[in-house]
């Protein structure tokens, strides 16, 4: 018996024969995968930039030549640098000055962080603070070293032992607040179990104002 052969599958118009398609990626899934590769080519480009910034400016350098090339920073200019470079002359490398803030900003105001830097800029004097963990650098740990400052007063009885166990002879008092106030700055040293209002700029003991 003949039989005839079975007849090819119509083409489609448009081409050859195709197996199931090819499902395109979502749009969503475009916008992740396009977002990751940006910000790996701008993390590269940042730490590039940040690497040849240290090597420019900070490698090899010493403390006071790595200082120089922060003039740029607004808190490193003016005043905070003519205080700072003051009371490097007054205190000898090594001595330990503890920061006591006269008063506070509000606690909103979480700008007011310069104190952060007193430790690079007094640098060889070692700077201590109440509760450095709040004093890390955050702007949430900000918040709570300024709310641990307002409860100062029952702090008071507790503090003269710990300064005398860490041989801490001088204070640093200074208003924590944003605008750097040179005129409200000054130390307190530790003379014969009284702590003495000390001059910054005369090097001498401060004269009470009537």
């Known amino acids: 018996m003949a039989s005839s052969s079975p007849s090819p599958a119509p083409h489609p118009a448009d081409g050859p024969p195709q197996g199931d398609a090819i499902l395109a990626p979502p749009r969503p899934l475009l916008a992740i995968l396009f977002a990751s590769f940006f910000g790996c080519v701008l993390t590269a480009g940042y730490s590039y930039r940040y690497t040849v910034m240290w090597e420019r400016e900070r490698a090899g350098r010493t403390i006071e030549e790595q200082r120089a090339t922060m003039d740029d920073i607004p808190v490193f200019k003016g005043n905070f640098v003519a205080v700072t470079d003051q009371i490097r002359k007054i205190l000898p490398p090594g001595t330990k000055v503890f920061l006591q803030p006269t008063r506070m900003a509000p606690v909103d105001n979480q700008r007011a962080r310069w104190f952060l830097f007193l430790t690079y800029y007094l640098h060889p004097v070692q700077v201590f603070v109440r ?65 003495v209002a000390w001059d910054i700029w005369t090097n001498r003991p401060r004269v009470k104002r009537n």
């Open 131 to 195: 509760k450095p963990q709040f004093a890390a650098g955050t702007l949430v740990n900000y918040t709570e070293w300024n709310a641990y400052h307002r409860s100062y007063p029952r702090l008071f009885p507790y503090e003269a032992q710990a300064l005398a166990e860490l041989g801490i002879e001088w204070k640093l008092r200074m208003p924590g607040e944003w605008e750097f106030l040179s005129n409200e700055i000054y130390l307190e040293r530790l003379i014969d179990g009284n702590w």
